[in-house]
């Protein structure tokens, strides 16, 4: 049997190689010249269409779909010159496949956030991460925040001045508190949308540093509470108002809930049953129905409509901590968990949740949107992402090294009564943020 030398074989191979290399750049010089009669097509093409896309994303879906279609036709020659089995090449077009439409669907959806979800305030003033935020349910409509600097502070939402702070102690208590603000006068709203990441400067965020100096230390401080709301043996992590306005429920790290009557500060009821700390309470916008969440993994329906039967019921669909829960203006409830998993749930049958989201980090204090129900998840990731009632998911809010939150997000809010600024977040970056999300372009790109 002949046998061949091994500098012949290598000399061969050597051969074959430089003949592939030859190959491989005439190929690639004619694809040039293919592509470049292509997207010459394509812009033709564009001009006599009759479609409601802008131009710009027409433009850019065809370049994708012209970059899935290189991908493929390498392969394919790929293919024909080696003796790959169909298996492996089917394998490898799949792979192809997913990245490339990935591709597509990340560039698509991240144009569309940026039409339709934009920055239109920073509230910069608090020396530490931001735990939790509300807005006013009556007039003045103000923001409020509540910080790990043991202080809370009332904003004007449409100047992003802060208007009022209060010192809180951090001592197991929940404090009530009144006093009056005066908005200051409205300035022209900037216009955001037209600049682009690299024009916008918020390199003003942290001014205010550790030595207590920054926009909150040059308003009126409030020291003293008008109610003090005691019997928590750990920190009190959250609060709601029952329906009314009489009524508050608080949260604590000491496994309970209490109610408490606000005129009289009495403690009305301890709702006790979690084995571990809570996270959140929430109450239902027009009935006497409380919801807790914990780190046992579970949350809890307490139903105080009948004075005489105060009935509760459990709920299991976690298998992590259960960061937040809470209800819809119908009837839903939304729950968030560190499983990374949001459920929605219908009070007439909870047995299991209608709608599960899987998103890629923990999720953190939810909220629901009361006229459309859009759902804002703040992620430890420092991401924020909408989805509807379903678990379709509709937007991500933009977010670059210059705008948008830098550290995890804790909390998300909805003020659908304000038609420029509807909904806030924060995070652990010191700064709550006013976004402007247009809902109805929004629904119509769903």
């Known amino acids: 049997m002949p046998v061949e030398s091994g500098s012949s074989a290598a000399a061969r191979h050597t051969k074959q190689k430089r003949k592939s290399h030859s190959l491989s750049i005439r190929r690639s010089n004619s694809t040039d010249q293919d592509q470049r009669t292509v997207t010459g097509m394509q812009r033709d093409m564009l001009d006599g269409q009759d479609s409601k896309l802008p131009l710009s994303l027409r433009s850019n879906l065809l370049d994708l779909f012209g970059q899935i279609e290189r991908e493929f036709e390498n392969l394919y020659i790929e293919n024909l010159e080696s003796s790959h089995s169909t298996s492996q090449l089917s394998q490898k077009l799949m792979t192809t496949y997913k990245a490339s439409t990935s591709k597509i669907v990340s560039s698509f959806k991240a144009t569309t956030s940026r039409a339709v979800c934009q920055i239109l305030r920073e509230y910069v003033g608090h020396r530490d991460g931001i735990w939790d935020l509300a807005v006013t349910r009556s007039s003045p409509v103000v923001l409020g925040t509540a910080s790990a600097d043991h202080s809370a502070a009332l904003w004007s939402i449409e100047t992003g001045k802060c208007l009022l702070r209060y010192a809180a102690s951090g001592d197991q208590t929940a404090h009530i508190w009144r006093y009056m603000v005066q908005l200051p006068v409205i300035p ?259």
């Open 188 to 446: 022209p709203l900037a216009d955001f949308s037209a600049l682009c990441d690299d024009e916008l400067d918020f390199s003003d965020r942290e001014d205010c540093d550790g030595d207590g100096e920054g926009p909150c230390s040059e308003v009126p401080t409030i020291r003293v509470a008008t109610t003090t709301l005691k019997s928590h043996q750990g920190v009190v992590i959250a609060a709601d108002w029952l329906v009314g306005g009489k009524q508050v429920v608080t949260a604590s790290w000491d496994r309970a809930a209490n109610l408490y009557e606000v005129e009289t500060s009495e403690l009305v009821h301890t709702l006790t049953g979690h084995d571990q700390e809570l996270t959140h309470c929430c109450t239902h916008p027009s009935q006497r129905l409380v919801v807790t969440s914990s780190r046992d993994t579970t949350f809890r329906l307490w139903d105080f409509r009948d004075p005489s039967i105060h009935s509760v019921n459990v709920f299991q669909g976690h298998t992590d901590t259960v960061t937040s829960a809470v209800f819809t203006v119908g009837d839903n409830v939304v729950s968030g968990s560190d499983d990374r998993t949001v459920k929605v749930w219908d009070l007439k049958n909870m047995r299991s949740p209608i709608a599960t989201i899987r998103t890629d980090s923990a999720v953190n204090r939810i909220s629901v949107s009361a006229n459309q129900r859009i759902i804002a998840l703040p992620h430890d990731n420092r991401q924020v992402r909408l989805f509807d009632m379903t678990g379709v998911r509709l937007a991500r809010l933009p977010r670059s090294n210059r705008q948008g939150h830098r550290r995890m997000v804790c909390c998300s809010v909805w003020n659908e009564e304000n038609a420029s600024c509807n909904l806030f977040t924060c995070g652990f970056d010191r700064q709550a943020i006013g976004w402007n999300i247009n809902i109805p372009a929004l629904l119509q790109e769903k």
